[in-house]
């Protein structure tokens, strides 16, 4: 059974980066079955898809984050991360890793509460 486990730092500053990395377990990352995705979810808001990486290391974004965000991983680890720049007090938010088939998330993270404040 695959599991996703974020960490990263729970507090960032205005204009600073938001880095997270999602451990993945239970299955290999570079496998065609699963795409790898970050979600995250603003505190009284809905779940917001930011992006994916796929089997092969392709990469997609949502375009309301494209250029602000990048995906990344390291295949040795068996992990992906995330990139936001920029950030401001609306990127708080709890944010995600999932694993997706098609358009449904069969395996999520617990989630990690990121703080965007002076």
């Known amino acids: 059974q695959v599991q996703l486990q974020e960490s990263g730092p729970g507090l960032v500053k205005p204009s600073q980066t938001l880095s997270l990395t999602c451990t993945v377990s239970g299955g290999s990352i570079t496998t065609n079955y699963y795409a790898w995705s970050w979600i995250r979810q603003p505190p009284g808001k809905g779940l917001e898809w930011m992006g994916v990486i796929a089997y092969d290391g392709s990469t997609y974004y949502s375009p309301s984050l494209k250029s602000r965000t990048s995906i990344s991983r390291d295949t040795s680890e068996n992990q992906f991360s995330l990139q936001l720049s920029s950030v401001t007090p609306e990127d708080t938010a709890v944010y995600y890793c999932?694993?997706?088939?098609?358009?449904?998330?069969?395996?999520w993270g617990q989630g990690t509460q990121v703080t965007v404040s002076s």
């Open positions: 999932a694993a997706a088939r098609g358009s449904l998330y069969d395996y």
